[in-house]
């Protein structure tokens, strides 16, 4: 991560992303003589049309503005979907960077209300999934959504929330994405700063998934996780903007099994 540490982080992201294509998701014949994972720089620079020379100066941080037509053949090279295309674009030096002044997260109390009245589980979380608020089902269904607990933290270094997750890799892998989709060019941001640093140290599988530069955006879906008590449930989330937090609203499909077994829960810990 020396790159991305020093400031390059378009050379870092285009390093990252090389290595993760395959040849024969390029159509390249593998070669038995292969020492990197991936695909070479030359390799990547052959199939997007530019020097090699040029390509090399992109990823040592020489040049950081390079065209739109060059950043268009790269991601169609690098196999980008729509999200780390625009990724990549936010990487270049031609894109100024706006003044930014964070303000406190801050849940607006009509929230609190709001999380009062739901009888499902629902908790508020900040840009670095910090827990702000959660209601009494919330807690109910994760002790870990307590306020005051990070949910990156808790699915990396909690083993009870690891057991909790059935597809525990695949979260693993969504919530670093989201990660550095929400931190952007806030590079420098305290927070973030502070929490990569400690799970860099602190889980090796971290230190995997944040070296590969995955962005995705972390909405909506449905998740299966094993309570401790009621067993298996299976919910959907949404995730709703409010001010500058976000409302997470866990629910089941109406009559069903998970239902059920949700209204118990909450009846047993009310």
Sequence with gaps: MKDEESGNRLGAYLRARRE??????AGIPPG????????????????????PDYYLRLERGRDTNPSPQVLSSLARVLRLDDIERAY???????????????????????????????????FVEGRAFDVLASNPPALAFSPRLRPGL????????????????????????????ALRTTIGDDTDDPRFVELVGELSLSSARFRTLWARHDVRALDGGTTTVHHPVVGELRLHRDK?????????????????????????????TA
């Design 32 to 51: 038995t003589n292969r020492r990197v994972p991936g695909l070479r720089r030359e390799e990547v620079a052959l199939l997007a049309g530019i020097s």
């Design 240 to 268: 709703l903007p409010v001010d500058d937090v976000i409302l997470v609203v866990y629910y089941p499909d109406k009559d069903s099994p998970s239902d059920e077994k949700l209204r118990l829960l909450t009846t047993l």
């Design 20 to 25: 993760l294509v395959s040849p024969a998701q």
């Design 88 to 122: 990549l674009l936010s990487l270049t030096a031609g894109r100024p960077r706006a003044p930014r002044r964070r303000r406190p997260e801050r849940v607006p109390d009509r929230v609190h209300q709001l999380l009062a009245h739901l009888p499902v589980p629902a």
């Design 150 to 177: 990070n949910r990156l933290r808790s699915l990396f270094l909690d083993p009870e929330e690891q057991a909790f997750q059935q597809d525990w890799e695949t979260a693993a892998v969504d919530f670093v994405a």
